[in-house]
């Protein structure tokens, strides 16, 4: 050995000092094994240390440093907004908010939400964290009821259901919409549910009225979104029906139709002396009752609005009489002339209230006032209608009409307003097709009525609307009651 080495082992023994190695020297054995024996086994996991936790003095750190990354955005980001045009940054907040002072509520943003979701209590918190992430499940915007496979019923090849379309684009309906067609042509056609077809079933609780209320609700049928309460003028709306007498054919003049006001019923009076009484259903109207009166001509027959007294005129007589049922007595009004002037009488104290010219008349035929007391109509012999405001009837010697009709020609024998007070009809029985049904209150006449290339009305000697104008009916001296539906009106 050479003596510079001797002389260092020396010193190291002397101190204890282990050899200090040149760099990149390695021992002879392999990591995990001791100098001069085999290779150890590493530690079991249970016996391993866990690794420290962070101090606070690191979390402290590790806070700073976050907000520090996050003040280095922040200058950068106005450094860029500084360069952007105003148009820019405008359309930039209009897109995605004001965001200027929290970029996470940006991203937030546009990661949308979360589906909510209660969590199962055998979760874990992995995979309740991962159910959260799910996009959530939106319902479709609109659906196309085209999309449903529904079997189609054809409306234009058959002749009755061609009559229940409202325009042309129902030339074909499915099954549920034909079915609420038919409830809906019912309805109208019985101007509301029979009494045969109701429920009386209530219930026996006073303590809950709403449901009582909704019960009965559910238990009608029909359409219950009225119509606009304001008839429209220019054309109206209608249909021909079955007529009213079919049940019961006369060739007898028709000289009285009036439907009851209480009940679905109309009823027919000729010159063939009899009576008969219909049941109004739009389709068949099924005959009632019919009486035969000998030798009794009727000219003119008509209920009181109370049902309580019949009022009935002559031809060779200018008295007009009242029937009182419930005293069974006839009772003379008054002699009236016929020379244009127009009487106000008080029935109940049989006294002329007031007296007034019609104006241009020369010989009045016909007279009819509005249920709602507003107007009153007189037909002259030369085929003009005036029509007055009622007050002015009850209190001036000349009053001025509102407006004079003019569409007829010959003398105006029938006039009758309907219960609205929106139609007034007026008819001459001198000439064919001679009828008219007048707008009110703008008194135009309706331009669709009637169909003069027909020719099916002819002579008309008598008219009627229904309770609730659903109905309107005429008789001619065909002895045919010729009935039409309004389809504005809903009900009877």
Same mark, same amino acid.
């Given at each position: 050995?050479?003596?510079?080495?001797?002389?260092?082992?020396?010193?190291?023994?002397?101190?204890?000092?282990?050899?200090?190695?040149?760099?990149?020297?390695?021992?002879?054995?392999?990591?995990?094994?001791?100098?001069?024996?085999?290779?150890?086994?590493?530690?079991?996991?249970?016996?391993?240390?866990?690794?420290?936790?962070?101090?606070?003095?690191?979390?402290?750190?590790?806070?700073?440093?976050?907000?520090?990354?996050?003040?280095?955005?922040?200058?950068?980001?106005?450094?860029?907004?500084?360069?952007?045009?105003? #148009?820019?940054?405008?359309?930039?907040?209009?897109?995605?908010?004001?965001?200027?002072?929290?970029?996470?509520?940006?991203?937030?943003?546009?990661?949308?939400?979360?589906?909510?979701?209660?969590?199962?209590?055998?979760?874990?918190?992995?995979?309740?964290?991962?159910?959260?992430?799910?996009?959530?499940?939106?319902?479709?915007?609109?659906?196309?009821?085209?999309?449903?496979?529904?079997?189609?019923?054809?409306?234009?090849?058959?002749?009755?259901?061609?009559?229940?379309?409202?325009?042309?684009?129902?030339?074909?309906?499915?099954?549920?919409?034909?079915?609420?067609?038919?409830?809906?042509?019912?309805?109208?056609?019985?101007?509301?549910?029979?009494?045969?077809?109701?429920?009386?079933?209530?219930?026996?609780?006073?303590?809950?009225?709403?449901?009582?209320?909704?019960?009965?609700?559910?238990?009608?049928?029909?359409?219950?979104?009225?119509?606009?309460?304001?008839?429209?003028?220019?054309?109206?709306?209608?249909?021909?029906?079955?007529?009213?007498?079919?049940?019961?054919?006369?060739?007898?003049?028709?000289?009285?139709?009036?439907?009851?006001?209480?009940?679905?019923?109309?009823?027919?009076?000729?010159?063939?002396?009899? /009576?008969?009484?219909?049941?109004?259903?739009?389709?068949?109207?099924?005959?009632?009752?019919?009486?035969?009166?000998?030798?009794?001509?009727?000219?003119?027959?008509?209920?009181?609005?109370?049902?309580?007294? /019949?009022?009935?005129?002559?031809?060779?007589?200018?008295?007009?009489?009242?029937?009182?049922?419930?005293?069974?007595?006839?009772?003379?009004?008054?002699?009236?002339?016929?020379?244009?002037?127009?009487?106000?009488?008080?029935?109940?104290?049989?006294?002329?209230?007031?007296?007034?010219?019609?104006?241009?008349?020369?010989?009045?035929?016909?007279?009819?006032?509005?249920?709602?007391?507003?107007?009153?109509?007189?037909?002259?012999?030369?085929?003009?209608?005036?029509?007055?405001?009622?007050?002015?009837?009850?209190?001036?010697?000349?009053?001025?009409?509102?407006?004079?009709?003019?569409?007829?020609?010959?003398?105006?024998?029938?006039?009758?307003?309907?219960?609205?007070?929106?139609?007034?009809?007026?008819?001459?029985?001198?000439?064919?097709?001679?009828?008219?049904? /007048?707008?009110?209150?703008?008194?135009?006449?309706?331009?669709?009525?009637?169909?003069?290339?027909?020719?099916?009305?002819?002579? #008309?000697?008598?008219?009627?609307?229904?309770?609730?104008?659903?109905?309107?009916?005429?008789?001619?001296?065909?002895?045919?009651?010729?009935?039409?539906?309004?389809?504005?009106?809903?009900?009877?």
């Amino acid at each position: 050995m050479p003596p510079e080495r001797r002389r260092r082992m020396k010193l190291d023994r002397r101190t204890g000092a282990k050899p200090k190695r040149k760099p990149g020297m390695r021992p002879d054995w392999k990591a995990g094994a001791g100098p001069g024996g085999p290779p150890q086994k590493p530690a079991p996991s249970s016996q391993r240390k866990p690794p420290a936790r962070p101090s606070a003095a690191a979390a402290a750190i590790a806070v700073a440093a976050a907000e520090e990354e996050r003040r280095l955005r922040q200058r950068n980001r106005l450094r860029l907004e500084e360069d952007k045009p105003a #148009v820019e940054r405008c359309l930039e907040e209009l897109v995605f908010g004001d965001v200027e002072n929290d970029e996470d509520a940006l991203l937030r943003r546009l990661r949308g939400p979360r589906v909510q979701e209660h969590e199962d209590s055998g979760d874990s918190e992995v995979e309740n964290e991962a159910k959260g992430n799910f996009p959530p499940q939106k319902k479709p915007v609109w659906v196309d009821e085209e999309d449903e496979d529904e079997e189609m019923v054809d409306m234009m090849n058959n002749r009755f259901r061609k009559d229940m379309m409202k325009n042309a684009s129902e030339s074909k309906l499915s099954k549920d919409n034909l079915k609420k067609r038919l409830k809906e042509e019912f309805q109208h056609a019985m101007g509301g549910v029979p009494a045969w077809a109701e429920t009386t079933k209530r219930k026996t609780s006073s303590d809950d009225e709403s449901e009582e209320d909704e019960d009965d609700l559910l238990q009608r049928t029909g359409n219950f979104i009225s119509t606009s309460t304001s008839l429209p003028r220019g054309i109206l709306k209608m249909k021909n029906c079955q007529h009213a007498n079919a049940e019961r054919p006369t060739v007898a003049r028709i000289s009285s139709v009036q439907f009851h006001p209480g009940a679905q019923i109309v009823m027919v009076a000729g010159l063939d002396n009899a /009576v008969s009484l219909f049941q109004v259903d739009g389709k068949t109207n099924p005959k009632i009752q019919s009486i035969y009166l000998e030798r009794f001509p009727i000219f003119k027959a008509c209920f009181s609005a109370n049902g309580e007294e /019949v009022l009935a005129t002559s031809t060779h007589s200018k008295v007009l009489y009242v029937y009182d049922m419930l005293a069974g007595k006839l009772i003379p009004v008054h002699q009236v002339r016929g020379d244009g002037e127009v009487y106000v009488w008080d029935v109940n104290s049989r006294k002329c209230l007031n007296r007034f010219v019609d104006e241009g008349s020369l010989y009045g035929l016909s007279i009819a006032t509005s249920r709602n007391g507003q107007y009153v109509a007189c037909g002259s012999n030369c085929g003009v209608v005036n029509i007055y405001n009622q007050d002015s009837c009850l209190q001036e010697t000349n009053p001025k009409p509102i407006k004079a009709i003019m569409n007829l020609v010959t003398g105006v024998t029938s006039l009758t307003f309907n219960p609205t007070t929106e139609i007034l009809a007026i008819a001459s029985e001198k000439m064919k097709e001679a009828v008219r049904l /007048v707008h009110l209150p703008s008194c135009t006449v309706f331009s669709n009525f009637p169909v003069i290339k027909n020719k099916n009305i002819s002579h #008309v000697h008598t008219m009627d609307f229904s309770p609730r104008s659903g109905y309107f009916a005429l008789g001619n001296e065909k002895g045919k009651a010729l009935m039409y539906r309004l389809h504005h009106y809903s009900d009877f």
